[in-house]
């Protein structure tokens, strides 16, 4: 197998492309590539446990802990503590986090054409549906 053949070694190429694209768009805006999954997450539900958080992004919890520092330290983010668990605590947007949306879902839609751009319309809709369902999403 070479290289043009190797899944991994094309998805792992192409994901540190992306990930550089839209690190340098974020950087404008005080936040880097590391945030984006978090942000994003909540974007799409808030009030979920720290550890719910964890596993949707694909990090450690001691991870989520130093990133969901960084968020609240800029305001970002909000922790308020679970009424059924002492332990656990449920992650809510600010209004300052809520206003970032529009603004960096843009950027990440931009990210996205600019690497999608040598596709066709219909390529663009095959590839996409052919990585959800290598990733089995539904």
């Known amino acids: 197998m070479n290289r043009f053949e190797s899944l991994g070694d094309l998805v792992s190429h192409l994901n540190v492309d992306l ?8 950087k404008r805006y005080e936040l880097d590539i590391k ?3 978090v942000l994003f997450s909540l974007w799409q539900e808030e009030g979920v446990t720290q550890t719910a958080l ?3 992004c694909d990090v450690a919890n001691y991870t989520m802990t ?3 520092d960084q968020l609240q330290q800029q305001g970002l983010i ?3 503590q679970d009424a059924e668990n002492r ?6 947007l600010t209004d ?3 206003a970032l949306e529009q603004d960096l879902v843009r950027e990440a839609e931009r990210v996205n054409e600019a690497f999608l751009d040598n596709l066709e319309y219909e390529e663009r809709a095959q590839f996409l549906l052919l990585l959800n369902k290598i990733n089995r999403y539904k």
């Open 19 to 26: 990930q550089n694209a839209l690190d340098q768009r974020l």
């Open 87 to 92: 332990r656990a605590f449920q992650i809510y």
């Open 78 to 80: 909000t922790r308020h």
């Open 54 to 56: 964890s596993k949707r």
């Open 35 to 37: 945030l984006w999954p």
């Open 66 to 68: 130093r990133l969901l």
């Open 96 to 98: 300052n986090g809520k």
